[in-house]
C-alpha cells in the first residue's frame, strides 16, 4: 500500500506560514496585495478568480480584481499591466489564463514585472532565489518536502513538457539535484522510460494515461493531472486503482496538486509583498 500524500495537509501548513508572514507585515504596516486581471467571461475562470479572492481575504491579504471585456485590446491589457507594475500597493499581479484567443498570452504574461510575477511565468529558475517560482510545480515540490522525499540524486521523470508545468517542474527537480527526463508525445517507449524513474510526475492532461506498466516497483508518483470524467468527476492522468499497489507514495485526484496551487499563489504574493516592501 502506499503512503497518500494530501495537498490539503500540506497548502494547510503553507496557507498557515502565509497567514504568519501577512500578520507580521501587517504590524509593520505592509498590506500585501495581489492585484487579478481576467479578460472575458470563461465560467471557469471565474470560479478560480473567485476562490484566489476568497484566499486572499482569509489570509488578510488585498485583493483588486480588473474584470475586462472579451474584446479588450492587447494595448489596453498592457496599459493596465502596466499601470500595476508602477503602482507600489500592489505587489503581485496575475492575470488569468486562457486569455481570449486574439490576445497573445507570453506577451501579456512577460509584461508583469518579474518581481510582481506571483505565477511565476516569468521565472528562470536557475537564476537564483529572488525568483517567484511556478505555482503548481512548486507545490509538489513542496509536497515532497512534506513527505520526507528528497529528488537528490534520483531518476525523475516528468511527463508533460508544457510552459506552466512540464518545464520548470523538471526544472526544478534539476536544481534539487535529480536526474531529470522529460517525455512528452513524440517519446518512443514510453512506458520503458517512466518505469524507470524514482519519482515520476505526470502532467499530461489524459485521464488515467498512466497505468501500472508504466510505473516502477516502489516509485513516487505524483498526478498533476486534473481532467473531467464522462460522469462529470474529476480525474487525475494516473490509473490510481492500477497504479497504488506498486507505488511507495501518491498523490490522489482530487485532493493531491489540486490545492497546492492556490497555497503557492498565496505564498508567492507575500513573498513578492515582503521582497519590495524590503522587511
Ligand atoms: P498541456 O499544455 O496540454 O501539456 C500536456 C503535455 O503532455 C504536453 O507536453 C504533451 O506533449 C504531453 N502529452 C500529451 N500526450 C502525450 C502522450 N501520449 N505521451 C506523452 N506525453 C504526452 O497541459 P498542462 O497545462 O501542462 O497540464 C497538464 C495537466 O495538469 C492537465 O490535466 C491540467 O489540467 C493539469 N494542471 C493541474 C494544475 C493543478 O493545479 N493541479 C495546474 C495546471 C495544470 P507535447 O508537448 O509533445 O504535445
Same mark, same amino acid.
Given at each position: 500500500? !502506499? ?23 501587517? !504590524? ?10 481576467? /479578460? ?18 482569509? *489570509? ?12 479588450? %485590446?492587447?494595448?489596453? *491589457? ?6 500595476? #507594475? ?12 486562457? *486569455? ?8 501579456? $504574461? ?16 536557475? %537564476? ?11 507545490? /509538489? ?18 511527463? @508533460? ?18 536526474? $531529470? ?11 520503458? =522510460? ?7 510526475? !505526470? ?20 498526478? =498533476? @493531472?486534473? #481532467? ?21 507514495? &501518491?498523490?490522489? =485526484?482530487?485532493? @493531491?496538486? @489540486?490545492?497546492?496551487? &492556490? ?17
Amino acid at each position: 500500500m !502506499a503512503t497518500l500524500i494530501r495537498g490539503k495537509d500540506v497548502a494547510e501548513k503553507v496557507l498557515a506560514e502565509a497567514k504568519a508572514e501577512v500578520d507580521a507585515m501587517l !504590524a509593520e504596516g505592509v498590506l500585501p496585495c495581489l492585484a487579478v486581471i481576467l /479578460v472575458g467571461d470563461d465560467p471557469a475562470s471565474r470560479v478560480y478568480v473567485n476562490k484566489k479572492k476568497e484566499k486572499c481575504a482569509e *489570509l488578510g491579504i488585498r485583493s483588486l480584481e480588473y474584470k475586462l471585456p472579451a474584446e479588450t %485590446s492587447q494595448e489596453e *491589457l498592457l496599459a493596465l499591466i502596466d499601470t500595476l #507594475n508602477h503602482d507600489a500597493s500592489v505587489h503581485g499581479i496575475l492575470c488569468q489564463l486562457p *486569455l481570449p484567443g486574439h490576445l497573445d498570452e507570453q506577451v501579456t $504574461v512577460r509584461a508583469v514585472a518579474r518581481e510582481k510575477d506571483v505565477d511565476g511565468f516569468t521565472c528562470l529558475i536557475s %537564476s537564483g532565489a529572488d525568483d517567484l517560482m511556478p505555482c503548481t510545480p512548486s507545490g /509538489v515540490m513542496e509536497m515532497l518536502k512534506f513527505a520526507g522525499i528528497s529528488p537528490r540524486g534520483k531518476k525523475c521523470c516528468v511527463i @508533460g513538457r508544457s510552459n506552466i508545468v512540464g518545464k520548470p517542474m523538471a526544472m526544478l527537480l534539476l536544481a534539487a539535484d535529480g536526474t $531529470v527526463t522529460v517525455c512528452h508525445s513524440k517519446t518512443e517507449n514510453l512506458p520503458a =522510460v517512466t518505469r524507470e524513474a524514482d519519482i515520476l510526475i !505526470a502532467a499530461v492532461g489524459k485521464p488515467r494515461f498512466v497505468t501500472a506498466d508504466m510505473v516502477g516497483e516502489g516509485a513516487v508518483v505524483i498526478d =498533476v @493531472g486534473v #481532467n473531467r470524467g464522462a460522469d462529470g468527476k474529476l480525474v487525475g492522468d494516473v490509473d490510481f486503482a492500477a497504479v497504488e499497489p506498486k507505488a511507495s507514495f &501518491i498523490t490522489p =485526484v482530487p485532493g @493531491g496538486v @489540486g490545492p497546492m496551487t &492556490i497555497a503557492m499563489l498565496m505564498k508567492n504574493t507575500v513573498c513578492a509583498a515582503k521582497a519590495q516592501s524590503r522587511i
